[in-house]
């Protein structure tokens, strides 16, 4: 029987390819509907503005919690005699009893009382201290002895937003002293309702403790060492200063001039001009900055603008020297002195006789 031809043809499987499994890669993009970014940056600002409020609110019921409990116990005292062992007997109790507040260890407890000693009135606590946290009173209490001067603090605070440990800059460099005492002819110069304002935005001394000077620093050093702190600089000139520029061009006549430092005060609706100066005040820094002042207004100053005003910040001044050179200029200008130590306030005999700030807020985290 003849063989049959084996055939050349193998059979071949076909393999149907699966479909392809959507991938974030594969999907189509999600076009977002119109005003949908808007609503979105909207929401985002109400939350956050909602989180800001809720933990403010917070902030004040603990700070009044704090303030009764103190009170209750200084009236218990005097009532019934009670000993400090009381107290840390209830302090031990309390923690027991809200193990996640934190917040009762006997030192802090302490402070409750003396919290409550310091400020009798109710008022005070509502519309004031209880608007800063817990640390920053605590810090009050501790470095602070008198009581107008923590409530001017307390203002401050909450004025120009201070975290703690700016509030404890401004306690040891007496911001509470330094505030309006720059010497000026404001009240010549200025409108009745801008010169109290624009005197107490000036300040004598500046302290720029952060600054490290040289023997033979220039004015040019200087200034360049400021704009490299300006955050610092700022803070330290107050809430409301913009900073403009540095060595900002005045051209007048065939000449140019060069301001040191150039700021805008959101407040005082006005341009601040800043002359550094290296040595003791001189009558001729009054002339050229009212020079300074009349160029700036002349070639910067918008219809809106308020007249600007001056700052010299010497090394060093002479009181009378300063009132009779600026009696009879026509700009207003302001004088104080720069400095960059601080001056510790604190009793050597009191430190390290109160629990630190530190101490209070790792007791309150616990």
């Known amino acids: 029987m003849p063989k049959k031809k084996s055939s050349s043809r193998t059979s071949v499987k076909v393999v149907k390819r ?19 970014a808007e609503l979105l940056a909207a929401l985002k600002e109400r939350i956050s503005a909602a989180q800001l409020r809720a933990a403010l609110a917070v ?22 005699g009670w000993g400090s062992k009381v107290v840390e007997r209830l302090a031990r109790d309390l923690h027991k009893e809200f193990p996640d507040m934190g917040g009762f260890s006997r030192s802090n407890m302490l402070y409750m009382r003396a919290f409550a000693e310091a400020y009798p009135n109710s008022l005070i606590v509502q519309q004031l201290v209880g608007q800063i946290p817990w640390g920053h009173n605590v810090l009050l209490l501790s470095r602070v002895k008198k009581p107008e001067h923590r409530l001017w603090y307390a203002q401050a605070t909450i004025t120009n937003g201070w975290s ?16 309006g005492k720059a010497i000026t ?9 801008r010169s109290d304002l624009a005197q107490q935005t000036l300040k004598d001394p500046y302290t720029f403790e952060f600054l490290g000077i040289a023997a033979d620093m220039r004015e040019r ?3 360049q060492a400021l704009v490299d702190h300006i955050q610092k600089v700022l803070l330290e000139l107050g809430t409301g200063f ?6 900002v061009v005045l051209k007048v006549g065939r000449k140019e001039y060069k301001v040191d430092l150039l700021f805008y005060h959101l407040k005082l609706r006005c341009y601040v001009v800043v002359d550094l100066k290296m ?5 001729e820094h009054a002339g050229k900055m009212n020079f300074y002042l009349t160029a700036v207004d002349a070639q910067m100053r918008h219809p809106d603008d308020k007249p600007s005003i001056g700052l010299l910040l010497c090394k060093d ?47 309150l985290s616990e």
């Open 185 to 193: 002819n404001f009240k010549r110069t200025l409108p009745a309702d």
């Open 242 to 247: 913009a900073f403009v520029g540095r060595q």
């Open 18 to 36: 699966p479909k392809p499994i959507a991938t974030a890669r594969t999907k189509a993009i999600v076009v977002m509907p119109k005003g949908y």
């Open 164 to 179: 703690r440990a700016v509030l404890d800059v401004q306690i040891a460099t007496h911001a509470h002293r330094r505030q």
């Open 279 to 283: 040595e003791a005040f001189e009558p």
């Open 317 to 363: 001044n002479d009181k009378l020297v300063v009132e009779y050179a600026l009696r009879d200029v026509a700009k207003p200008i302001g004088v104080a002195e720069w400095r960059t130590r601080l001056v510790a306030t604190l009793p050597k005999n009191l430190r390290g006789a109160l629990p630190s700030v530190k101490d209070i807020e790792r007791e």
């Open 59 to 80: 902030n004040h019921e603990l700070v009044l919690l704090y303030w009764h409990i103190g009170k209750e116990i200084i009236e218990r005292q005097d009532k019934e």
């Open 221 to 223: 050093d200087l200034e």
